[in-house]
């Protein structure tokens, strides 16, 4: 493996010369966030991120992520023009020589928290879901603001999409991810890029819209979709973690090679459908990061990974679950990790 650390830009109060101070972090994940759903990615801009990370010593490892626009998710008749755009997007991606393309599958919203600012014991702040408190949530307004959303939909935007969701059941939202998969692997494995389907997070539905990424099952079925090498999966510990029954050792070892990023963070489950987000090291949450690490080990991982989500420690304020502290230390954790199961870290 070799780690990575997300970057979110020009405007990232975690800047890339922060980032470079973190020992062992080569590479960066980044995207273009100002780029509209469903555009094509130009190539110059795509250099143009390149070329921003390589001023501070970094590759541009991974894009996390280019979205998928709401008629591909849906089947509707506009989804083949999408599906030809990001076919482009990808094979510019591949031209700038980007290796890891980090995406979901998830419908209209992205990785939901109903508490941005937790307070916990030791004074730190996180992130925390409550499914009793998602679901009094009023979205007849539109959507509350969230960080990671990368389109926010306001009442009367937001109120067909749920509709058309609702009436959907999990086979036809597999049978429109089977038909962009086909589609779409091809293009990545000529282009060179690896694709990484993230899981849903949280792994359930949500406001009575299906999620079908969620555990071991969707993961087999995902790569057996299209035996394209391109196929594949971001591993993310903290959503598959927020659910009991998933053996997130095993579920590596059965995906072998087609883990292609991985996302490591904790989790901390409450109760049912209840958890924050807590520090990295195994104790503090309910994933083993050590029998993690063990089964990448296992399988020969090699690829990109990143410390995901941290606290905000020592004052710091900003983005969410996004500062600098928190993710550096998840990062110096995960490579101590890799040490000890690999056997040490000279070269």
């Not at 195994?282 to 080990?297: I, K, P, Q, T």
């Amino acid at each position: 493996m070799y780690m990575t650390f997300r970057w979110f830009g020009r405007d990232d109060k975690v800047t890339l010369k922060y980032i470079r101070q973190i020992p062992g972090v080569e590479g960066i994940v980044s995207s273009l966030f100002d780029m509209p759903v469903g555009a094509v990615w130009p190539r110059a801009r795509v250099d143009e991120l390149r070329d921003d990370v390589g001023t501070h010593g970094f590759r541009l490892s991974v894009i996390e992520s280019i979205p998928i626009h709401e008629d591909i998710k849906l089947g509707a008749r506009e989804r083949d023009r999408w599906i030809d755009h990001y076919c482009q997007s990808l094979t510019n991606v591949g031209a700038a020589g980007v290796p890891v393309v980090c995406y979901n599958f998830m419908p209209i919203f992205d990785w939901m928290r109903t508490d941005l600012h937790m307070r916990m014991t030791d004074e730190a702040e996180t992130v925390a879901y409550d499914h009793e408190a998602l679901e009094r949530m009023d979205l007849s307004r539109g959507m509350p603001a969230l960080t990671a959303w990368v389109t926010s939909y306001d009442g009367p935007a937001l109120a067909p999409l749920l509709a058309a969701y609702r009436a959907m059941d999990r086979e036809q939202l597999w049978e429109h991810f089977a038909y962009f998969i086909e589609r779409v692997a091809p293009v990545a494995e000529s282009a060179g890029v690896k694709l990484g389907l993230h899981p849903d997070d949280p792994p359930w539905d949500m406001f009575g819209v299906p999620r079908i990424i969620t555990d071991a099952r969707a993961l087999a079925r995902v790569v057996s979709l299209s035996g394209s090498s391109a196929n594949g999966i971001t591993f993310c510990t903290g959503s598959l973690g927020a659910l009991a029954g998933n053996d997130l050792p095993s579920m590596i070892r059965a995906l072998g090679s087609r883990v292609h990023f991985m996302h490591c963070r904790n989790v901390r489950s409450t109760g049912e459908r209840t958890f924050y987000e807590s520090a990295h090291p195994s104790r503090f949450g309910n994933v083993s990061m050590v029998e993690v690490m063990e089964a990448l080990r296992d399988v020969g991982f090699t690829g990109p990974m990143r410390p995901d989500h941290g606290r905000m420690i020592w004052g710091e304020t900003g983005r969410p679950a996004s500062g600098l502290h928190d993710r550096a230390l998840g990062a110096m954790y995960l490579q101590g990790l890799g040490e000890g199961v690999n056997g040490g870290g000279h070269e």
